[in-house]
């Protein structure tokens, strides 16, 4: 089992900037992919952002050139910085992490963005 644990949520105002971080714990020999998604009350769980074991990146097209995401293979952590919020961007944000063809999930963290 893999365990994700992330943390950095909170509420910001729009133009502001916020940094997640997930950090993997147990099994974590082998952990692939990881990645951030989200959802907000009434619409589906989106990706946000991934990142390959060898760096390679993909975001959601309204992210880019506003998200970045990052790892750190010997720390077994992904983050993602927010710049230039916008109140669109609010919702609960998860963290997702692939092991030899099986994905595990984090509990999620809130991300509030105010007008």
Do not use: H
């Amino acid at each position: 089992q893999v365990q994700l644990v992330e943390s950095g949520g909170g509420l910001v105002q729009a133009g502001g900037s916020l940094r997640l971080s997930c950090a993997a714990s147990g099994s974590i020999i082998g952990l692939g992919a990881m990645g951030w998604y989200r959802q907000a009350p009434g619409n589906q769980r989106e990706l946000v952002a991934i990142i390959t074991t060898g760096g390679t990146t993909n975001y959601q097209d309204s992210v880019k050139g506003r998200f970045t995401i990052s790892r750190d293979n010997a720390k077994n952590t992904v983050l993602l910085q927010m710049n230039s919020l916008k109140p669109e961007d609010t919702a609960t944000y998860y963290c997702k992490a692939a092991r030899f063809g099986r994905e595990y999930w984090g509990k999620g963290t809130l991300v509030t963005v105010s007008s």
